[in-house]
């Protein structure tokens, strides 16, 4: 099942969730609030994310070996917190003037505080990222996380840890989508490489950071 809306919000302040259906209906809550940026803010806020941010290698572990990925990463929050995936430890940087910003106005759609964004940089549809939940121990449990897209529009996928059912949604330029609740306890999500996408995307997850100062 594939799920698209072409709500274009040039301003959008916060809207009640449920004017946006939870597009999981078991064991989830999956809004995705369409494009909350327009056409031309994403793409300043591409170049200027693609220029300003501190881009690092990624790790990852590929049958038990440590690899860098092609994909880039970013850790930025309100503090320098430790978040620990993939056997790695990051340290996140101050926000810079752009991400305050941007946090903002994520905070306002949604309706949820955030103090801390994992960020991605894809530079074409050949570099994805595996099956996963965010439920690491640096994490709020349940907490709400936004994610982002700036640049090319990619596929993105969820998987039932039990019933492995499918449910795919695509991301625009632009576009906010948010997962809380239960979802990352029951649900697995990817961003499953393509041939079909030449041009690089900047996602950005903005996460909540627990006892840490
Ligand atoms: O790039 C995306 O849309 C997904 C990123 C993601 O799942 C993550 O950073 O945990
Ligand atoms: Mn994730």
Not at 28 to 57: D, M, P, T
Not at 172 to 186: C, D, R, Y
Request: glycine share 6%.
């Amino acid at each position: 099942m594939t799920i698209q809306n072409k709500h274009v919000t040039q301003d959008m302040f916060h809207v009640p969730s449920e004017t946006f259906p939870n597009i999981i209906s078991k064991d989830a809550l999956v809004h995705y609030y369409g494009i909350v940026f327009s056409q031309r803010s994403s793409n300043a806020c591409f170049n200027e994310l693609l220029n300003g941010i501190s881009w690092q290698q990624d790790q990852a572990i590929i049958f038990g070996k440590n690899i860098n990925t092609k994909r880039k990463v970013a850790w930025y929050g309100s503090s320098a917190y430790k978040y620990t995936y993939s056997n790695t430890t990051k340290l996140a940087l101050p926000w810079t003037p752009l991400l305050l910003q941007i946090k903002g106005k994520v905070e306002q759609v949604t309706g949820e505080t955030f103090n801390a964004c994992l960020m991605n940089l894809y530079h074409d549809g050949s570099e994805g990222m595996a099956w996963h939940s965010d439920a690491e121990k640096d994490l709020k449990p349940n907490g709400a996380i936004a994610s982002l897209t700036f640049g090319a529009e990619r596929k993105f996928s969820f998987k039932h840890k039990v019933t492995q059912e499918k449910i795919d949604v695509l991301l625009e330029n632009g576009s906010l989508l948010m997962m809380a609740g239960p979802t990352q306890t029951h649900w697995m999500h990817r961003l499953p490489p393509t041939t079909k996408v030449s041009s690089p995307r900047i996602n950005l997850t903005f996460r909540t950071i627990i006892n840490q100062c």
